[in-house]
């Protein structure tokens, strides 16, 4: 069946990094758009970046200069790499199989990400 299983988050301090990975099985990754979407308590799931088709990437005005997708279809992966952390980026991160939330796609379980000094 298809998955997906992120990892790589954790406790970083503002302004660090972490590169966050979503290994998804039961398909070939191939040109499957995949999105990275977050949610901190309290408030709703946002979209945060998307690897669609063709390789076309989009970012949230947020994150923009900070974070960058990319994928790499051999191992079939989708990394985030998050750079210039601030505390407003704490929040759970989720990768999924679309790249609006409110579509119907496959979802991970999802990784948390604490920026705090």
């Known amino acids: 069946q298809v998955q997906l299983v992120e990892s790589g988050g954790g406790l970083v301090q503002p302004g660090g990094s972490l590169r966050l990975s979503c290994k998804v099985s039961g398909f070939t990754l191939g040109y499957w758009p995949i999105g990275w979407f977050r949610q901190a308590p309290g408030a709703e799931r946002e979209g945060v970046s998307c690897?669609?088709?063709?390789?076309?990437?989009s970012y949230a005005d947020s994150v923009k200069g900070r974070f960058t997708i990319s994928r790499d279809n051999a191992k079939n992966t989708v990394y985030l790499e998050m750079n210039s952390l601030k505390p407003e980026d704490t929040a759970v991160y989720y990768c999924?199989?679309?790249?609006?939330?409110?579509?119907?796609?496959?979802w991970g379980q999802g990784t948390q990400v604490t920026v705090s000094s």
């Open positions: 690897n669609g088709r063709r390789g076309v990437t």
């Open positions: 999924a199989t679309v790249c609006v939330v409110g579509e119907h796609g496959a």
